[in-house]
T-cell receptor, first 117, second 112 residues
Framework: GAVVSQHPSWVICKSGTSVKIECRSL??????MFWYRQFPKQSLMLMAT?????????EQGVEKDKFLINHASLTLSTLTVTSAHPEDSSFYIC?????????????FGNGTRLTVT | GESVGLHLPTLSVQEGDNSIINCAYS??????FIWYKQESGKGPQFIID???NMDKRQGQRVTVLLNKTVKHLSLQIAATQPGDSAVYFC???????????WGAGTKLIIKP
């Protein structure tokens, strides 16, 4: 149980275009999902917290107009990288809690490798 | 600032031996700790967790030890197998939200 599915697993796009990444909780409902970014050989960096039915909360330094987050249902959150540039190339990972309790593990999707050419 | 750090960026272990991955944390108020395994090109996979009211917790071939006196967390993997090759992250939770503070990661390499 507690499966988080992320799609696509990889995407290549041209500079200036937008890319949408989907994160789904397959067997549980998640009022809150999290979006992370990870550079090679580095740890995860929290970008934003996605809240179902309300606005996302962005971490300091993350441009909310560039990284649009929509959490339209209890099982789906999307991250749209708008007007992507090569510096946006990275590994994006979403996660969610199956229990809603802070002292329970987050479950992660398998990430999306974004390459902007 | 607050941080969770690791002592060793890379750990090489002989197949069949036990592995010990260490993690230091700085916030004495942290009350929940998690170990994740991340294989290349994949998302982190939950291994084991421990709450601050415990010193030790065991899973299948894994044990997490928590020493609150010195703010130290460790992950022990028994009889290390080739499939254990990955980067291991410790993370701590501060407060009553989902914010996790992540360690830098330790790459575990299994020698045949």
């Amino acid at each position: 149980g507690a499966v988080v599915s992320q799609h696509p697993s990889w995407v290549i796009c041209k500079s200036g275009t937008s890319v949408k990444i989907e994160c789904r909780s397959l067997d549980f409902q998640a009022t809150t999902m999290f979006w992370y970014r990870q550079f090679p050989k580095q740890s995860l960096m929290l970008m934003a917290t996605s809240n179902e039915g309300s606005k996302a909360t962005y971490e300091q330094g993350v441009e909310k107009d560039k990284f649009l987050i929509n959490h339209a249902s209890l099982t789906l959150s999307t991250l749209t990288v708008t007007s992507a540039h090569p510096e946006d190339s990275s590994f994006y990972i979403c996660s969610a809690s199956a229990t809603g309790a802070y002292n329970s593990p987050l479950h992660f999707g398998n990430g999306t490798r974004l390459t902007v050419t | 600032g607050e941080s969770v750090g690791l002592h060793l960026p890379t750990l090489s272990v002989q197949e069949g031996d036990n592995s010990i991955i260490n993690c230091a944390y700085s916030n004495s108020a942290s009350d929940y700790f998690i170990w994740y395994k991340q294989e290349s090109g994949k998302g982190p996979q939950f291994i084991i967790d421990i709450r601050s009211n415990m010193d030790k917790r065991q899973g299948q071939r894994v044990t997490v030890l928590l020493n609150k006196t010195v703010k130290h967390l460790s992950l022990q993997i028994a009889a290390t197998q080739p499939g254990d090759s990955a980067v291991y992250f410790c993370a701590e939770n501060i407060g009553s939200n989902y914010q996790l503070i992540w360690g830098a990661g330790t790459k575990l390499i299994i020698k045949p």
